[in-house]
């Protein structure tokens, strides 16, 4: 089993900067691909972006302006969010996969004021 926790949600102007936390514990090992999905209510949980072993992978609407990044030596995987907007308010889920099994944190806020 796979535990997955978020840190460094919060409150930002646009235009600002926040960065992500998500650390892994337990059978680590197995986790493939990691990364970082978000939501607003009403809508369907969206991709932000992945990392995996020589893959990044960042939906358009993030490119350019976030970065992911990943320590397999702490078991963690981060999202530095840069120009900052409002439309980036959302919960952020960190992910998990190996295989056909997919393991979610419990989310983050984050609030972009305009």
């Known amino acids: 089993q796979v535990q997955l926790v978020e840190s460094g949600g919060g409150l930002v102007q646009a235009g600002g900067s926040l960065r992500l936390s998500c650390a892994a514990s337990?059978?680590?090992?197995?986790?493939?691909?990691m990364g970082w999905y978000r939501q607003t209510p009403g809508k369907q949980r969206e991709l932000v972006a992945t990392i995996s072993v020589g893959s990044i992978e960042y939906s358009d609407t993030v490119k350019g302006r976030f970065t992911i990044s990943r320590d397999n030596a702490k078991n963690a995987v981060f999202l530095q969010m840069n120009s900052l907007k409002p439309e980036d308010t959302a919960v952020y889920y960190c992910?998990?996969?190996?295989?056909?099994?997919?393991?979610w944190g419990q989310g983050t806020l984050v609030t972009v004021s305009s």
């Open positions: 337990g059978s680590i090992f197995s986790i493939f691909v």
């Open positions: 992910y998990g996969r190996a295989g056909l099994v997919e393991w």
